[in-house]
């Protein structure tokens, strides 16, 4: 969704952005076209591999251009550091994991290919997915698949889990892919019986979902007036997330009721969103099938 994002930011000659998911590149390169000499691209990656492509190391030579590795939840204070705090005009967040760490099976995120169950973002983290499952209490291993796979047969695949690794740890994806399509009694068409589980596990030892109501909060200390956010998001728990923090952030941020209280002493938000949420459109799906899930949503500081 490159040009969408490109329009939503309404990127200024001059501005200052921020681009929170590094990833191949192509977004912060879209930027850095629009920008002018004076303009100034700020990007994260939590992957290494990210930050030390080829395509990361050509664009640094670019002098308006900087990247961090490090989690997105670090803006604020490498904004603060900076000396740019409330001068942001636009932040990208392309949330969820990349293309390339999918088709990676050294990376363990993927149940197409055997490989090592890590699941990291940041290969330099000590939690892999392998590790976690090894530890972690069946009641609480329930709890993420439901909540963060939105899996209805949590139960079934957490007992297995737990059963299976009193006799032999789980250690690639094949192992656990396995395991669950054995379990689950009933498949969804066109879905691989791991996919729910996979993405619950990864969100777990990445904290995606942490990360993310972090960074949504940092966004508003760190626009500037007529700053926009613009967040791309790929399943349901991410878009509900950025959801309700812009629409908690519009307007009065509680109703007082009957209480005799003041207008200007009810705490208002200082985001207002801008248009319905956005999707891929048919050629880019069909050039990127992982596009069909993606949507985005974009809000502007007041």
Sequence with gaps: MLSEVLEQLAIKEGGIYLDGTFGRGGHSQGILSLL??????LAFDRDVDAVDSDVAMSMLEDKRFTLKHNCFSALESVVSSEGLLGQIDGILLDLGVSSPQLDNPGRGFSFMQDGPLDMRMDGS???TAAKWLSRVDEKELVRVL?????????????????ETRTEKPLT???????LIEDVIPKREKHKHPATRSFQAIRIEVNK?????????????????QGGRLVVISFHSLED???????????????DPGKFPIKEADIAKGVLVKRGKPLKADRLEIEQNPRSRSAVMRVAERV
């Design 125 to 127: 983290a000590d939690l």
């Design 36 to 41: 002018g000499s004076s303009g100034r691209l």
């Design 146 to 162: 439901f909540e963060y796979g939105e899996e209805r047969f949590a139960r079934r695949i957490a007992h297995a889990i737990v």
């Design 240 to 254: 509900r997330i950025v959801k309700q923090f812009i629409r908690s952030e519009s307007g009065a941020k509680y």
């Design 172 to 178: 690639t994806t094949r192992e656990l892919a396995k």
């Design 208 to 224: 995606e979902l942490d990360e993310l109501k972090e960074v949504l909060q940092q966004s508003i200390r760190v626009l500037k």
